[in-house]
């Protein structure tokens, strides 16, 4: 499976949008991008998934470039309660899914 | 409609000792998948039960092992325990050959901690 690179941390203003990228450049075709976060000593949360085409949900928006080697997550009002752990994830249909370090968002009141 | 759970919450068990950990699915998978997440770190992928067999494993010693019940319920043994051990243990679950692309829904986890 494809290999993510991730900031290791970002702050975000309260009520603003943020966005978290992900760099993915061996990515295949086959291979799908999720993400997920984790608040503090919980098990981590999905929050979106996508092929090739952007994404929306009621939690975020996925944009993936047109060569698929990098991808960003939006929230669009950050909130005290977005602060979490976020984690990119590139993988292939029934594979094991591979959590790296992730980005650290802080969320400032 | 129940999501993953985990038994039990917290564990203390010292170096030596053997320990088992267990994972109901959320209602309609049919997969279970365990992680380890050491302090500071991201979940690291221990194996994937389905159908009751080992389907896809990490790179973690044979102390670490696996059951899944025709329930679709999980345990995780680890034997042997280590100070290095100590980690939340996570469960996932999820619907492998479904219609929809599969998502893992994760438990709360369990904490282990080896003395």
């Given at each position: 499976?494809?290999?993510?690179?991730?900031?290791?941390?970002m702050d975000?203003?309260?009520?603003r949008a943020?966005?978290?990228?992900?760099?993915?450049?061996?990515?295949?075709?086959?291979?799908?991008?999720?993400?997920?976060?984790?608040?503090?000593?919980?098990?981590?949360?999905?929050?979106?998934?996508?092929?090739?085409?952007?994404?929306?949900?009621?939690?975020?928006?996925?944009?993936?470039?047109?060569?698929?080697?990098?991808?960003?997550?939006?929230?669009?009002?950050?909130?005290?309660?977005?602060?979490?752990?976020?984690?990119?994830?590139?993988?292939?249909?029934?594979?094991?899914?591979?959590?790296?370090?992730?980005?650290?968002?802080?969320?400032?009141? | 409609?129940?999501?993953?759970?985990?038994?039990?919450?917290?564990?203390?068990?010292?170096?030596?000792?053997?320990?088992?950990?267990?994972?109901?699915?959320?209602?309609?998978?049919?997969?279970?998948?365990?992680?380890?997440?050491?302090?500071?770190?991201?979940?690291?992928?221990?194996?994937?039960?389905?159908?009751?067999?080992?389907?896809?494993?990490?790179?973690?010693?044979?102390?670490?092992?696996?059951?899944?019940?025709?329930?679709?319920?999980?345990?995780?043994?680890?034997?042997?325990?280590?100070?290095?051990?100590?980690?939340?243990?996570?469960?996932?679950?999820?619907?492998?050959?479904?219609?929809?692309?599969?998502?893992?829904?994760?438990?709360?986890?369990?904490?282990?901690?080896?003395?």
């Amino acid at each position: 499976d494809a290999k993510t690179t991730q900031p290791p941390s970002m702050d975000c203003a309260e009520g603003r949008a943020a966005n978290l990228p992900c760099n993915h450049s061996t990515i295949s075709g086959n291979e799908y991008v999720y993400w997920y976060r984790q608040i503090h000593s919980q098990g981590p949360q999905y929050i979106i998934h996508g092929l090739k085409n952007n994404e929306t949900n009621e939690m975020a928006s996925l944009i993936i470039t047109e060569d698929r080697k990098s991808s960003t997550l939006i929230l669009p009002h950050a909130t005290l309660r977005d602060t979490a752990v976020y984690y990119c994830i590139v993988t292939r249909a029934g594979n094991q899914f591979y959590f790296g370090t992730g980005t650290s968002l802080t969320v400032i009141p | 409609d129940a999501g993953v759970t985990q038994s039990p919450t917290h564990l203390i068990k010292t170096r030596g000792q053997q320990v088992t950990l267990r994972c109901s699915p959320k209602s309609g998978h049919d997969t279970v998948s365990w992680y380890q997440q050491a302090l500071g770190q991201g979940p690291q992928f221990i194996f994937q039960y389905y159908e009751e067999e080992e389907r896809q494993r990490g790179n973690f010693p044979d102390r670490f092992s696996g059951h899944q019940f025709p329930n679709y319920s999980s345990e995780l043994n680890v034997n042997a325990l280590l100070l290095g051990d100590s980690a939340l243990y996570l469960c996932a679950s999820s619907r492998l050959g479904g219609a929809e692309v599969e998502k893992l829904f994760f438990g709360s986890g369990t904490q282990l901690s080896v003395l």
